[in-house]
């Protein structure tokens, strides 16, 4: 029997995907069986289970196929900008920069929001589906924690020098937290909005009236 090549078996998973979410979309998580996925791929049951084994591990993948790599983008577009055309200069990432760069990267998945909604909703009472959530937002919270650490640092120093302080790192890193939190919150409430009204505002027009329902500057400093 030949050998199945990584690119032939990557190419199968990724119409698995495809098949899941386009079901998902139009009957929700809990109400899409392997069954409906196997129709909708045109493979048999058996080329479903070699490839995954339940539900769960499925939606893993999908997160992972579809928000994992976009992390690193995060991370490379933090890095740095350019101060003119031939110069790039490491720039501290507010919340509002972030909050932008998060909506900016769901918008790239190409997934409907309503997908999003379905799997949040269904993570509430799916114990596995909850575990693959909590794995891939957790890896999320972590990278924005990261990125958003110089800032935190800024407001956490007041214009102190307290760059040895274990107390002053400690408050740091809990302001990236508690801050990272809070705009997970904010990038789900504009998706549950999008998914149910169907007419999500634009990145830059939902960032402004966060700041303004909130009193904070245009970036959310």
């Known amino acids: 029997m030949p050998r199945v090549s990584p690119a032939y078996r990557q ?6 995907a495809r098949a899941a979410i386009a079901c998902i979309e ?7 069986s392997i069954a409906d996925i196997v129709a909708e791929s045109g493979l048999s049951t058996g080329a479903i289970y070699s490839h995954f084994t339940d539900k769960a591990e499925l939606v893993r993948y999908i997160f992972s196929y579809y928000l994992l790599p976009r992390l690193d983008q995060l991370r490379i577009q933090s890095d740095a ?46 114990p596995e589906l909850r575990e693959a959530f ?11 924690s990261q990125l958003l650490l110089p800032w935190a640092e800024q407001r956490a120093c007041g214009g102190s020098d307290h760059s040895d302080s274990a107390e002053f790192d400690e408050h740091a890193v809990e302001l990236a937290q508690v801050t990272t939190r809070a705009l997970v919150s904010i990038l789900q409430g504009y998706v549950v909005n999008a998914a ?26």
């Open 11 to 16: 190419a199968r998973r990724d119409l698995i």
């Open 26 to 32: 139009r009957r929700g998580v809990h109400e899409t």
């Open 81 to 126: 900008v350019p101060e003119d055309e031939s110069t790039p200069a490491r720039v501290v990432a507010t919340p509002g920069h972030m909050l932008h760069r998060m909506l900016q990267m769901l918008n790239s998945t190409g997934l409907p929001y309503v997908i999003f909604a379905q799997f949040w909703a269904e993570v509430t009472v799916d």
């Open 134 to 144: 909590h794995e891939s937002v957790g890896l999320l919270q972590t990278t924005v």
């Open 196 to 221: 149910l009204f169907g007419d999500p505002a634009s990145p830059d027009d939902y960032i402004k009236a966060v700041s303004t329902a909130f009193g904070a500057g245009p970036d959310l400093s």
